[in-house]
């Protein structure tokens, strides 16, 4: 099998070692990285007990520790187990599911469980299937909730009946949690102590992503009735002066900054700074939102684009007409409303994923393979699978933050043809690819450039690419990979053979080291690869003469230029003539693959003394049998078809296949 067969094959077995109900319950791109991942750091042959011990030890230490790795954490578990706490930052999204006094006291105190999930949240994590839900009991962890006196008047007002009455759900963190003792059972009884650090959550009819237990209890009168705002349009629009009398303000986080400090009534504190706008004016008015010391942590519980409702916030200044001055008092209540969105109109099969709070459809977790012909603009994380047609040279980026180097790769998955643009270092990388290879990409981001669909990957931004064509540890690995006759090549694919080497010769004249008798190698950037010239003579071809020191290279490729000799280094530049009885195939070799068909480095090559032992070096491998790694291709340069070795292996080093 080839690599996608692999995938397929490994991520149905794994399915039932993790006892997931059906293999969407494993991520097709978490599959096909691990798997990448794995062979990458293996060279020789993986067993495939090995290998799925080793995929299924990641999984089991994924699931496990899934909830304390969650951003927001939709039950009370983690917090009440005797294990491991998640951080003191780590938000919470519950439920008050009552309210009750403590006799005999003023102590009010809510009962709060994990508020729901959201619609389909088991079929958008398995690509449209309700697949297992490993925690499904996970919202009956309950607690008691001590309320904090800044909540009393809304507790016990009458402006706010009902408002604790209506499934509530709010945004909490910072919490701490006590064992009030006194249960009556040989249980804690498990109390939350008192914080400001919450928002109540606002919810609209429009929300799509409403769970259906709460959609008959929406805050539309409310938000009317204390903000005076009603949605309409995709946005928030006035319908009216709040009929409450207290101040407040209804604003879209637009910004939130970094932590700094400054000094609050002569003395030092740590401030943040929210930057809002109140959309609904005309005109819009931006809110400059200041929160000093432990009001910080209401910050967590806010994203870009969501909205915003303050109940009694304190206005320290008017700055004109479209723009205020806010801080976050000790008398501050605050809601949240995430953002709107509907579910992206895209084909069928990605109807299940939902745009996140910044409007961006999240791949993180899909289950299928996502194709080419798929992608659409605002979609963050993809994993695609693809073959390179055409690799750019350095189109370097500049802006006030200094020169970013830029490549462009142009990919086909036989759906569509799609460029990829890649950033910084993980661009230099992508930049020795070749046409033809088979390459995984891990961590896109797609937009939309003159209609066109374009994806954008950096090292920033985590992304990852895994060049399968060259991939050692897949070559060795004989129960991941089928052998196939080279009589039996398709036209553009990649494919396995095994065959013995029947010639090795120069593929031709390039810049190359003074000790090179024999063309077989040439100076290529230590960074890149990518061929080097002579910054004097940038078309002249052949050995340079000594001292070596003198001369100056460029390198088109990356754009480097007056590179000096320490930064250029030989690469083996030949081709490989091998035949396994059903053909004979002469290939052009990259580097690598040279070099382990012959057995000896470019440096060992260039330190043989004369033409002679040289030439006895490159016929020593005739005879010996290879398992290689062959890509045929057509060239859009060229317009011609050509066969290339990615990878070669002694077969005594391919792992023996399980019978």
Not at 223 to 247: I, Q, W
Request: proline content about 5%.
């Amino acid at each position: 099998m080839d690599f996608e067969g692999a995938v397929e094959a490994l991520r149905q077995e794994l399915a039932e070692y993790v006892r997931a109900d059906a293999p969407d319950g494993i991520p097709w791109s978490w599959m096909a990285t691990a798997l990448s991942a794995a062979l990458s750091d293996h060279c020789s042959g993986l067993s495939r007990a090995v290998l799925l011990a080793e995929l299924e030890a990641q999984r089991h230490q994924i699931e496990s520790g899934q909830v304390l790795q969650e951003e927001t954490h939709r039950s009370l578990a983690p917090l009440l187990s005797r294990g491991a706490k998640p951080p003191q930052d780590t938000v919470f999204h519950l439920l008050i599911s009552g309210m009750s006094r403590i006799p005999g006291t003023g102590i009010w105190l809510w009962q709060v469980t994990g508020a729901p999930d959201p619609p389909e949240a088991g079929a958008a994590a398995t690509g449209g299937r309700e697949g297992p839900r490993p925690r499904q009991q996970r919202h009956e962890a309950q607690a008691d909730a001590f309320v904090h006196q800044r909540y009393y008047p809304m507790v016990e007002a009458a402006e706010f009946k009902g408002f604790f009455a209506q499934r509530r759900t709010l945004f909490a963190t910072d919490l701490r949690v006590v064992d009030r003792g006194g249960s009556g059972r040989d249980q804690p009884a498990h109390t939350l102590l008192p914080t400001t650090s919450l928002a109540f959550e606002l919810r609209l009819r429009a929300d799509p992503g409403l769970p259906p237990v709460l959609r008959p209890h929406t805050d539309e009168e409310l938000l009317k009735s204390l903000f005076g705002v009603h949605f309409a349009g995709g946005r928030f629009r006035k319908c009216g002066e709040p009929l409450f009398n207290a101040d407040q303000l209804w604003c879209r986080v637009e910004e939130i900054c970094q932590e700094s400090e400054a000094l609050r009534h002569g003395r030092p504190a740590v401030c943040q700074l929210i930057r809002c706008v109140l959309e609904h004016e005309e005109p819009a008015v931006v809110v400059n939102l200041m929160l000093w010391n432990e009001d910080i942590a209401v910050a967590r519980l806010w994203t870009p684009a969501c909205y915003v409702g303050l109940l009694c916030p304190v206005v320290a200044a008017r700055v004109s007409e479209t723009e205020l001055k806010v801080e976050y008092g000790s008398q501050t209540i605050s809601f949240v409303t995430r953002p709107v969105r509907c579910l992206a109109e895209v084909c069928a099969s990605q109807a299940s994923v939902e745009r996140n709070e910044l409007g961006l459809l999240d791949y993180r977790h899909f289950a299928r393979r996502v194709r080419l012909c798929e992608c659409r603009k605002d979609m963050v994380n993809l994993t695609v699978l693809a073959r390179v047609v055409a690799v750019s040279v350095n189109v370097p980026f500049a802006d006030d933050s200094g020169v970013t180097s830029r490549y462009a790769v142009r990919i086909d998955d036989g759906t569509a043809v799609c460029d990829v643009t890649i950033w910084g270092d993980l661009g230099r990388q992508a930049s020795g690819l070749l046409p033809g290879q088979l390459v995984l990409w891990h961590n896109l981001d797609a937009a939309e450039e003159n209609g066109e669909v374009i994806l954008n990957g950096s090292s920033d931004e985590n992304s990852q690419l895994f060049n399968i064509s060259t991939m050692a540890g897949l070559l060795a690995s004989a129960t991941l990979r089928q052998y196939t006759f080279l009589a039996e090549l398709p036209r553009a694919a990649n494919r396995y053979a095994k065959a013995c080497i029947v010639d090795i010769a120069s593929s031709g004249e390039h810049l190359r080291d003074a000790r090179d008798h024999l063309a077989a190698t040439m100076l290529v950037h230590s960074a890149c690869g990518r061929q080097v010239t002579r910054s004097d003579a940038p078309s002249s071809r052949g050995r340079l003469e000594n001292p070596v020191d003198c001369y100056r290279f460029d390198c088109l490729g990356c754009g480097a230029t007056a590179l000096k000799h320490s930064e250029a280094a030989a690469a083996f530049a030949v081709t490989i003539t091998i035949d396994d009885g059903t053909e004979s195939v002469v290939a052009c070799t990259t580097p690598t693959a040279a070099a382990d068909s012959i057995g000896i480095t470019p440096e060992q090559f260039l330190m043989l003394p004369g033409a002679g032992e040289q030439q006895s070096s490159l016929a020593r491998p005739l005879g010996r049998e290879v398992a290689v790694s062959i890509t045929t291709y057509s060239d859009p340069l060229l317009a011609e078809h050509g066969t290339r070795m990615d990878a070669a292996c002694a077969t005594s080093a391919v792992g023996m296949p399980t019978t």
